[in-house]
C-alpha cells in the first residue's frame, strides 16, 4: 500500500444510491454506486491518490456503510455536521448546490478546519447508540400514542392498547439489548458504572450518556458542556450586552437526560438541587436553572470520568 499524505483529503457526498468523490487537486470527480463493488472502487481510488483523510456529512445513516468500510481500510474518516458545512458554502457566496458540488464543498471545508471533529468513533459504543436511539424513538412513540389515547373509545381504544403493548415489550427488548451490550463491553461498563453512581441518574441515563458523549472525561468541561448544547453563549457587540442563550449541540443527547436533572435538581441529588434553589432565589426561572443544572451536571461527570471516579459529593461541589 502506498504511504498516505497527511494534507491529502477528500471530499465525499453521500446519497441513497451512491456517493460523488473529490479531491480539490484534481480533475477526476468519480461517482460511485452505494454497494459492495462501489466501496471497493472509492477504496482504490483513494488510496490511489494517496488519500489521508476521507471526509462526509451525516447523511440520516447513508454514511455509515462508507465509513465502516475505509475505517477497514485503514482510512481515517470525519463525519460532519451538514449545517456546518453549508454554513461555510454560504460564507464562501457558494450559493449552488448539487451532489459534484457539494463532494467539492466537503473537501475544501476539511481543508480549511483542520480540527479533529469532536465525534470519537468506537464500533461498541456506535452500536451501543444505535440501541439507544432506537428505544428513544420507542419510547417517543409511545408517549405520543398514549396521548392520543385519550378520549378515543370502543375499536380505536383497543387497537390503540394493542399497540402500546407491543410497544412495552419492544422497549423491554432494546433495554435488556443495551444492558447485555453495556456488561460485555468493560470500557463501556466502567464508563456507565461511574456515571450511574451520581444520585438522581441511573441504568438508563447512564446508558444514554455513554451511547451519546463518548468524549466525557477526554475534554475539558466546556467542551462538553458545548457538545450537549447547555453552554451558554455571548450575544455582545460593543456596549451592548445581550442575554446569553444555549444553542447547537447533540439535541438527542439533551433531550435524553433533561428529565433525569429535572429529578435530580428538585429531589434526589444534594449537590445539583441546593445550587438549583441558589438559582431559583436569584430570580432564575425554574428552566434556565435546570439548564444550568445540566449544564453542571455534564462538568460535573467530565471531572469523574477523567479521574476514573465515581460520585463524591465533597468533590462535585468543587467543580464549577
Not at 466537503?106 to 480549511?112: D, L, Q
Not at 455513554?210 to 455571548?234: F, I, Q, T
Not at 434553589?277 to 469523574?304: Q, Y
Request: proline fraction near 3%.
Amino acid at each position: 500500500m502506498m504511504a498516505q499524505v497527511d494534507n491529502v483529503v477528500a471530499g465525499i457526498d453521500v446519497a441513497k444510491d451512491k456517493v460523488d468523490a473529490c479531491l480539490r487537486s484534481i480533475a477526476e470527480r468519480p461517482v460511485l454506486p452505494s454497494t459492495a463493488e462501489g466501496r471497493r472502487q472509492l477504496i482504490a481510488w483513494l488510496r490511489k491518490h494517496k488519500v489521508a483523510k476521507a471526509v462526509m456529512e451525516a447523511s440520516g445513516g447513508y454514511e455509515k456503510e462508507w465509513a465502516k468500510a475505509l475505517r477497514k481500510a485503514g482510512i481515517e474518516v470525519w463525519v460532519v455536521d451538514p449545517k456546518r458545512v453549508r454554513n461555510f458554502a454560504l460564507s464562501a457566496g457558494r450559493m449552488a448546490k448539487n451532489d459534484k458540488i457539494d463532494a467539492d464543498t466537503i473537501a475544501w471545508f476539511a481543508e480549511t478546519f483542520k480540527e479533529r471533529p469532536s465525534e470519537i468513533h468506537d464500533a461498541d459504543q456506535e452500536e451501543l447508540k444505535g440501541l439507544v436511539k432506537a428505544r428513544l424513538g420507542l419510547v417517543n412513540m409511545r408517549a405520543r400514542l398514549f396521548q392520543s389515547d385519550h378520549g378515543a373509545t370502543g375499536l380505536a381504544q383497543k387497537a390503540n392498547a394493542r399497540i402500546l403493548k407491543q410497544l412495552d415489550g419492544e422497549i423491554a427488548k432494546l433495554e435488556a439489548a443495551i444492558c447485555a451490550k453495556v456488561k460485555s463491553t468493560p470500557e463501556l461498563a466502567e464508563r456507565a458504572e461511574i456515571i450511574a453512581s451520581v444520585p438522581g441518574l441511573g441504568e438508563v441515563s447512564a446508558a444514554n450518556l455513554v451511547a451519546g458523549m463518548p468524549e466525557l472525561g477526554r475534554v475539558s468541561g466546556k467542551a462538553a458542556a458545548a457538545l450537549v448544547g447547555v453552554a451558554p453563549y455571548d450575544e455582545d457587540s460593543g456596549k451592548r450586552r445581550g442575554d446569553r442563550h444555549v444553542k447547537a449541540g447533540r439535541r438527542w443527547v439533551r433531550n435524553a437526560i433533561y428529565m433525569p436533572c429535572v429529578g435530580a435538581a428538585t429531589l434526589n441529588n444534594s449537590v445539583l438541587k441546593a445550587y438549583y434553589r441558589r438559582l431559583i432565589a436569584r430570580g432564575k426561572e425554574p428552566k434556565v436553572a435546570i439548564v444550568a443544572c445540566m449544564r453542571k451536571l455534564i462538568v460535573i461527570l467530565n471531572t469523574m470520568l477523567t479521574r476514573r471516579q465515581k460520585w463524591d459529593p465533597c468533590c462535585a461541589i468543587a467543580v464549577s
